[in-house]
C-alpha cells in the first residue's frame, strides 16, 4: 500500500496519543521479548525503550516507505524488518508481549487473525491491540459514496471496502475462547476538533484514504479525491468540525 509517512504523521499528536493508552495497559516486566505488528514509522515503537525495562523489541511492517524513516531509531533493543503481519505469524518465533497500534485493521478476518497472533505468545504473554472503530463514521461512508459514483465505480469493477474491524464483545470472545486472562476490551472516544472539512480530508489522506487510491488508475486520483473533499465540504460545511474519533482497545495475558 502507499503509505506516505508525511502526510501520516501531520497529526502525529493525535495519533500517538492512544498509543500511549495502550501502553498503559502493558504490565511492564524486566526482559520482555516484544514485537510490534504494523510498526509504521518506528517513533512509537521506540517509545517502547523507554516505558518497559530492557526489552528486545521488534518491528515490522509491510511498507518500505513508513520503515526507512524508522530505522534512525534502531538500537541494539530494537530492530525493524519489513514483513507483513499475515508473515510474521507463519514463522516459529514467540513473544512476552505482542503490541498492535492502529494497525491490524488493515488485515481481514480478525476471528482468525487474532487466535494465529495469540498463539505466537509465550507463557504469560501480553496481547495488547489497538484499532480504529469509527467505519460507520460519515468521514468514512462518503469515501465509499464517492466509489459508488462514476466514472470511479466501473474502475472499482464490483470492489467494496470492507472493515475487518469486529463489535468489543467479539473481540473478547476471542480472547476468553484462547484462555485469555485479565481481559479488557473497551472503545474509547477521542475528541478531534478540526479547523474545518479540508482537515478531515487531510487525516484521512493519511490513511482511511489509500485502499481506494491503490485501486484507482493514475488519471483518477486526483478527480477521486477532489470529489471526497466537496463531499465533506457538503457534510462539515462550518469550522470547527467536532470529528469524534471511536478505537477499540483489546488487552489479555495468556
Ligand atoms: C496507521 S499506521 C500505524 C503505524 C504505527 N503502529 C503507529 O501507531 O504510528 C498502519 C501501519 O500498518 C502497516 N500495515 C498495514 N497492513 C499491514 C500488514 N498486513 N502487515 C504489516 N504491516 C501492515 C502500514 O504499512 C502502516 O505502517
Redesign the pocket.
Known amino acids: ?1 502507499p ?1 506516505n509517512p508525511e502526510i ?1 504523521d501531520q497529526f502525529k499528536k493525535e ?2 496519543a492512544p ?1 500511549f493508552d495502550l501502553l498503559n495497559l502493558v504490565v511492564s516486566k524486566p526482559d520482555l521479548k516484544v514485537i ?6 518506528g ?3 521506540s517509545a517502547l525503550l523507554g516505558y518497559l525495562e530492557n526489552p528486545n523489541v521488534t518491528g ?4 518500505a516507505e ?1 520503515l526507512e524513516k524508522a530505522e534512525k531509531h534502531s538500537t541494539e533493543n530494537l530492530h525493524f524488518f519489513q ?4 508473515e510474521q505469524i507463519e514463522l516459529d518465533e514467540k513473544f512476552d508481549l505482542i503490541i ?4 491490524l485493521q ?2 481481514t478476518d480478525h476471528e482468525e487473525l487474532f487466535p494465529n497472533i495469540i498463539s505466537k505468545l509465550n507463557e504469560n504473554g501480553q496481547l495488547a491491540v489497538q484499532v480504529p472503530s469509527n467505519h460507520h463514521f460519515i468521514v468514512h461512508q462518503l469515501l465509499s459514496k464517492v466509489a459508488e459514483q462514476e466514472p470511479y465505480k466501473t474502475r472499482f469493477n464490483g470492489w467494496i471496502r470492507e472493515y475487518p474491524v469486529l463489535k468489543i464483545e467479539e473481540y473478547a470472545n476471542i480472547l476468553y475462547e484462547n484462555n485469555g486472562k485479565e481481559i479488557n476490551v473497551f472503545e474509547k472516544v477521542y475528541p478531534h476538533v478540526m479547523e474545518n472539512s479540508d482537515a478531515v480530508f487531510e487525516w484521512a489522506s493519511g ?1 482511511a484514504i489509500i485502499p481506494f487510491l491503490e485501486k484507482l488508475p493514475e488519471e483518477l486520483k486526483e478527480n477521486y479525491k477532489a470529489d471526497y473533499k466537496a463531499e465533506l465540504k457538503k457534510a462539515f460545511p462550518g469550522s470547527p468540525v467536532f470529528y469524534p474519533f471511536k478505537r477499540t482497545f483489546i488487552y489479555a495475558k495468556f
Open positions: 500500500m503509505w501520516y495519533r500517538s498509543f510490534d505488528l504494523g510498526c509504521g514509522t517513533e512509537l515503537t515490522i511492517d509491510s511498507s513508513m514483513r507483513s503481519v499475515e498492535a497500534n492502529a494497525s488493515w488485515c490513511t
